[in-house]
């Protein structure tokens, strides 16, 4: 074990992860991992306490702690990760004064369509490389400010997922310009926060927004109280990190023009690194600002990553007893069940829409569907089709971008909690018929936080060689040509799918409330 050590915190959808990163070796040496529920309390709606976040993580610090004698001397600094957009209010003291508003709601639909009677979404796309969409930062804080006036009038500051962290360890409150470029705050040419040409226009608080700081950057050390609370050492260096998307590039080694990752988690992304804006007439694919200078990500994003999840907690009780009885991850029985069961689920097609579908269709009045049950599926058949659903939403991104965008991808890599799949990722791969990379690395938003700590406090010269030190290529997944025509078939069916239920959906979404 080396002598020094970065701790990479990742602030989940569903989890906070907490992992020591050797500095010797390039390696997580330890981690911890803590989860939490989302709470919905009305269709649309997808909340969580934020201080839910800090006891997780105190919970994981520990936990890690306990685990390793004299590590934490020896932790040179704290680097940071977390979700997109999950929108948090804070008082002058710095209490919340409303449940966080996570990625996945939706409520801010309304505000969408105000916000379309003062700017088009193509200036918005022009200003901020984003599309109107109720993901995104900036129309949660406009429903905040139409519904809850009141609450507005005690908000000093509104931050995200991994920044709420940022500021119980440090005091600070600030985002990086990474992820404010993923909130449709930013200007993505000037890189600051678009008052005059957005956000003054819209009647935004700008007042509550926090100080933008580079995702390099110290921001602060932590404090005697913080101290107290995790363990950590006091005076200890945090730094600023960024947004999953961003640590996921870098410890992806998405650098260079072509690079791409494909992360399912929670979330499904589809990332590619540009050196220049994609232009989409139909907006179906947003740009965000790489933390490597002059880059740019372009990024399809889905919630179909979630399917798998729900999945689980819905149906599979056995599945999750046997785990506990033999201390195995449900997932992997799930995944054994479904190997038994042919490519193409015997055409079974599942329709990953359960929270509505982002890129490239941007509808969140979608809904998920089975599409071809017989008498001869049973429970693998559907746990099957789910991956290979997921696989298909994957697919359609990349054909879009490749063929209709003219944006090559030289290489992809697969990242996440699905990547930990060996049935997944050959799905991934035969859906695709393409090889993709897995990495020598599974903890990716941790590592990545690390690697921009380790930069920002001087470990590294710079971020490309950080990346040539860390990242390498263990395995690639080869396609396997014998599944190409029954893919293929399913494929274009599944493409088929949503424009004849769109409709229904739409009638579907009156029976929400």
Request: proline content about 4%; some cysteine; glycine content about 8%.
């Amino acid at each position: 074990m080396g002598t020094n050590y970065v701790l990479g915190i990742d602030v989940g959808t569903t989890g906070v992860k907490v992992a020591l990163f050797d500095v010797g070796s390039g390696k997580i040496v330890a981690t911890s991992y803590k989860t939490y529920e989302l709470l919905s309390p009305r269709v649309g709606y997808v909340e969580l306490d934020p201080e839910i976040w800090w006891h997780k993580s105190l919970e994981a610090i520990k936990e890690l702690l306990s685990k390793l004698e004299d590590v934490k001397e020896k932790i040179v600094a704290v680097g940071l990760s977390g979700q997109l957009n999950s929108t948090t209010f804070l008082d002058e003291s710095g209490n919340p004064v409303y449940p966080s508003i996570i990625w996945m709601d939706t409520r801010s639909e309304t505000q969408i369509k105000k916000v379309a009677e003062i700017i088009n979404a193509e200036e918005f796309n022009r200003i901020t490389g984003l599309r109107f969409s109720p993901f995104y930062a900036i129309f949660k804080v406009l429903w905040f400010k139409e519904h809850l006036p009141k609450v507005l009038k005690k908000t000093k500051v509104v931050l995200q997922a991994k920044d709420y962290i940022s500021f119980k360890l440090t005091g600070e409150q600030v985002i990086d310009t990474s992820l404010a470029s993923a909130s449709g705050l930013l200007n993505l040419t000037t890189k600051k926060y678009a008052r005059e040409e957005l956000l003054n226009k819209l009647d935004f608080p700008t007042e509550i927004l926090p100080k933008l700081v580079s995702p390099t950057d110290i921001i602060g050390t932590v404090t005697d109280k913080a101290s107290k609370e995790t363990g950590l050492p006091s005076g200890t260096p945090v730094v600023a990190g960024s947004g999953d998307v961003f640590t996921n590039a870098i410890a992806s080694g998405v650098v260079e023009p072509g690079d791409a990752y494909c992360k399912i988690a929670t979330a499904s992304d589809v990332v590619v690194c540009s050196e220049k804006l994609i232009n989409d007439k139909d907006l179906r694919f947003v740009n965000y600002l790489h933390i490597v200078p002059n880059r740019y990500l372009i990024i399809g994003g889905d919630d179909s990553g979630i399917c798998y999840r729900w999945f689980r907690n819905s149906f599979c009780h056995i599945e999750r007893d046997i785990g506990i009885l033999v201390n195995k991850d449900p997932y992997l029985i799930m995944d054994e069940e479904a190997e038994t069961e042919e490519p193409g689920s015997k055409g079974l097609i599942f329709l990953p829409y359960i929270t509505g579908v982002r890129s490239p269709i941007w509808d969140s009045y979608a809904r998920g569907a089975f599409i071809g049950v017989t008498l001869t599926h049973d429970k693998r058949s559907f746990i099957r089709a789910i991956l290979e659903g997921i696989a298909y939403s994957v697919r359609h991104r990349i054909d879009i971008l490749e063929h209709e965008l003219n944006v090559p991808i030289s290489n992809i890599s697969f990242v996440g909690g699905g990547a930990k799949s060996q049935l997944f990722r050959q799905i991934v791969a035969d859906v695709l018929k393409m090889p993709i990379n897995l990495l020598g690395i599974t903890d990716f938003e941790c590592v990545g936080a690390s690697i921009l700590a380790g930069v920002g406090v001087g470990i590294y010269e710079n971020l490309r060689n950080a990346i040539n030190e860390v990242i390498k290529i263990e395995e690639v997944v080869n396609p396997k040509k014998e599944t190409f025509d029954t893919y293929d078939k399913l494929y274009m069916l599944f493409l088929r799918t949503y424009p004849l239920l769109k409709s229904i959906f739409e009638e579907l979404a009156k029976f929400k409330d």
